[in-house]
């Protein structure tokens, strides 16, 4: 009676609630991750995302080591290796957590659960997010969400009896190449140990000042927790990080101003939760536009001239380019740089929300499909219940970056620039170009305030023709935050029936 662990985005062993269900049985446990390489291929994977998942593969099978037993990882699809498995060791159930992914996830879930059920094998799977599934009314979301984060963090099993016959073609992860990418050269490493001193070293220092930190692109790197892809990956817990925030932060010992800063960095662990219930709810995120109605904003396709200078970092913006080649290179960068490289690309460059954010999503190691396709349509206005944020890139700059500090950094063509200068190069004289350098910078792709003047007034524009109370009102009604004034929310009727809404809701009936 062999039972399959099967992970997906929860590589770790405590705080595990699938792993601890199975050590409870005694029953010999598989613990399985599978590569699978129809997902390594879609368009928003790529292998800086795999190098962080074979790092924490790695500590997974130490940790599942000191537990007796070890991971098997196998390369395959799904339900090709369930098949083989059950021919081999005659598993009888598969225990894992619920994923919020993208539509292939959903999809690939969709089959597993069938082919258990189609051949009698138990599945079972538990919820590690503050994330719903088929969520009725989205007023009871955040009492569930807390609910969720104050249950007790469960120890990692002492002992995951092991399979009589180890599994054939197991794989070692360092050994394993996915599809390509660009290579990242400074990237962050993976696994639970790394993900745990994150947390102790954020919590211990580094979160003091929080708040006031992680804006600027030169404070976010130390000043953010930089726990996003352990949270998304689940090398750490979601739960026990937040367990250990609340812990320190109530203490009364605890430094009031960091008490403030631990409450911000909380609500954030909220946020992660309240962006990802959005692609639950409507998994269509992923491919268009949150506000129907907004879908057409932008007709024809994308211009491929801006979008490849936008992707290089060679838009002529110092902020921008040197926002998109620290990305490019650490994969990582702090939200307000997010939210200006998406702005940028949907306001200024005028382009279609879709290419950006897949491009994006290649370059974040922390990539997470709920939180990003929500932020990326929030960026480019097309949720229609959030503020037109228009990023002026200049403006940006002589405010978070007033020295230069960080142009210079990663744009080596602007490096002797004087910082009064270094935020429009374009308006430096040939004497000064001539003095400092510069001259190797590309001109800016066009006249940025122009460019946002327009985009303003046509989205302006498109909101009044196209735009319809109703329609904003659903997406208020589903996707709203609760938090702050009450909204004038209209009631689904649905509700009163308890029926659930369409597409993900009911996958998993
Ligand atoms: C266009 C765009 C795309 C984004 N894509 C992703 C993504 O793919 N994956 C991802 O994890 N975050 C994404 N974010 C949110 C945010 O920028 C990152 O979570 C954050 O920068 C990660 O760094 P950190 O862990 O040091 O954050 P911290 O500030 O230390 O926050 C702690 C955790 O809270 C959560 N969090 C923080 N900010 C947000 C937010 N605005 N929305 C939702 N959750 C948040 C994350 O899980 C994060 O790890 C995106 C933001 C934008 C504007």
């Known amino acids: 009676m062999t039972t399959v662990v099967w992970f997906k985005r929860d590589l770790r062993t405590h705080d595990h609630a699938p792993l601890a269900a199975a050590a409870e049985l005694g029953a010999p446990v598989i613990a399985l991750y599978v590569v699978e390489d129809d997902y390594w291929n879609l368009p928003d994977s790529s292998d800086r995302q795999w190098g962080f998942v074979r790092d924490s593969l790695a500590d997974l099978d130490r940790q599942l080591a000191r537990a007796d037993n070890r991971l098997t990882v196998l390369r395959g699809d799904m339900i090709s290796v369930l098949k083989s498995l059950k021919r081999s060791h005659d598993i009888q159930r598969v225990f894992c957590h619920q994923e919020t992914g993208g539509q292939w996830t959903f999809d690939r879930d969709k089959a597993v659960i069938g082919w258990c059920d189609e051949q009698q094998v138990e599945f079972r799977e538990w919820n590690q997010f503050g994330v719903v599934r088929r969520l009725t009314d989205r007023d009871l979301w955040d009492r569930a969400w807390t609910d969720l984060m104050r249950r007790p963090v469960l120890p990692a099993p002492g002992h995951l009896p092991a399979p009589g016959t180890p599994v054939d073609g197991a794989l070692a992860p360092k050994d394993i190449e996915v599809a390509a990418g660009a290579a990242c050269p400074d990237p962050q490493a993976g696994g639970s140990g790394k993900g745990e001193s994150l947390l102790k070293s954020f919590l211990e220092r580094r979160c003091i000042g929080y708040q006031y930190n992680i804006s600027s692109p030169n ?216 003095r400092f350098g510069g001259n190797t910078y590309i001109a800016p792709v066009c006249d940025h305030q122009q460019a946002a003047r327009v985009a303003r007034k046509a989205v302006g524009e498109f909101r009044r023709q196209h735009v319809s109370r109703s329609e904003t009102e659903r997406v208020l009604d589903r996707h709203g935050s609760r938090k702050g004034p009450v909204q004038n929310r209209p009631k689904h009727p649905e509700r009163k029936t308890g029926k659930t809404s369409d597409s993900q809701l009911s996958l998993f009936d």
């Open 219 to 434: 404070t976010a790197v130390t000043a953010c927790s930089r726990l996003s892809p352990h949270i998304a990956y689940g090398s750490v817990s979601l739960r026990h990080i937040y367990q250990q925030a609340k812990a320190i932060g109530g203490h009364r010992n605890t430094l009031p101003r960091k008490q403030k800063s631990l409450t911000s960095f909380r609500s954030r662990l909220h946020w992660h939760c309240h962006f990802i219930q959005k692609l639950e709810d409507e998994p269509e995120l992923e491919f268009r536009a949150m506000h129907r109605e907004m879908e057409h904003l932008k007709s024809g396709p994308n211009d491929s001239e801006r979008l490849q200078r936008w992707q290089e970092g060679q838009t002529g913006w110092p902020l921008v380019d040197a926002c998109m080649r620290a990305l490019n290179h650490t994969g990582w960068i702090n939200f307000r740089m997010r939210a200006m490289l998406m702005a940028v690309a949907s306001y200024q460059l005028w382009l279609h929300w879709r290419d950006p954010a897949l491009h994006l999503a290649r370059l974040f190691t922390d990539f997470e499909p709920g939180i990003h396709y929500s932020q990326t349509q929030m960026q480019s206005g097309l949720t229609g219940i959030n503020a037109l944020r228009i990023y002026n890139p200049v403006m940006q700059s002589q405010k978070l970056d007033p020295e230069g500090e960080f142009i210079r950094r990663w744009i080596p063509e602007l490096a002797g620039l004087p910082a009064e200068m270094i935020h429009t190069p374009w308006l430096m004289t040939p004497a000064q170009k001539e």
